[in-house]
């Protein structure tokens, strides 16, 4: 059973650049989270995919955006990075109705300079 | 908005002390999740607390849930520098498949 991968592991951009991340699930599970983490803060949701479609938003603006293919792989766009998109991207899958419990990758820290 | 909160946040004591952290959250949920974060890494699930009065022990680690008193506590018995690490508390909503974190509490056992 594969977990939950992500990547780059690390990435820098500069203000206004855009950015995509990647996440593969862990195998058996449809549905993909993807979450914030600010320095000293818990995990902020950004949103979920399930069956290729968004099934949830958090209090994100429009900029943040992803996609979710067939195989259950997901990508988080951010368009015009701001300094404070600054943080740790987390991805994290699941089985929707199996109690929903989140697996999650090692992140990818995002700097904007 | 479902809030969570977590106390203390920050937590220093001795190995073979033993000591609670707590979980409050304001709205009705029927499960609550508690994750391990060790410092750069991802996180790991430690406890799934389903049902009111549920109860979970792994080691030196016992979570429980109350969920009338919207209150979730994870015990910590006879503390180990291992265990040192940041926990956190997710909740999810009766409606909506998002989970709230709490804070988080930055555990340090002290040998």
């Known amino acids: 059973e594969t977990g939950v991968t992500q990547s780059p592991t690390h990435l820098i951009k500069t203000r206004g650049q855009q950015v995509t991340l990647r996440c593969s699930s862990q195998s058996g599970h449809n549905t993909v989270s993807w979450y914030q983490q600010a320095l000293g803060q818990g995990p902020q949701f950004i949103f979920q995919?399930?069956?290729?479609?968004?099934?949830g938003r958090g209090n994100f603006p429009p900029r943040f955006s992803g996609l979710q293919f067939p195989n259950y792989s997901s990508e988080l766009n951010v368009n015009a990075l701001e300094l404070d998109d600054s943080a740790l991207y987390l991805c994290?899958?699941?089985?929707?109705?199996?109690?929903?419990?989140?697996?999650f990758g090692s992140g990818t820290q995002l700097s904007v300079l | 908005e479902l809030k969570v909160e977590q106390n203390p946040l920050f937590l220093s004591m001795q190995e073979g002390k033993n000591y609670t952290i707590y979980c409050n959250y304001s709205?009705?949920?029927?499960?609550l999740y508690w994750y391990r974060q060790d410092p750069g890494k991802s996180l790991e699930s430690l406890f799934v607390?389903?049902?009111?009065?549920a109860v979970k022990q792994e080691g030196r680690l016992m979570a429980s849930l109350d969920t009338k008193a919207r209150l979730s506590t994870l015990h910590i018995t006879a503390a180990v520098h291992d265990l040192s690490a940041t926990y956190f508390c997710?909740?999810?909503?009766?409606?909506?498949?998002?989970?709230?974190f709490g804070t988080g509490t930055s555990l340090t056992v002290i040998p």
């Open positions: 994290a899958s699941s089985q929707l109705g199996q109690n929903e419990k989140l697996f």
């Open positions: 995919y399930y069956r290729e479609e968004e099934n």
């Open positions: 607390l389903l049902s009111n009065g």
């Open positions: 997710a909740v999810p909503p009766m409606a909506g498949n998002q989970f709230y």
């Open positions: 709205t009705t949920s029927d499960r």
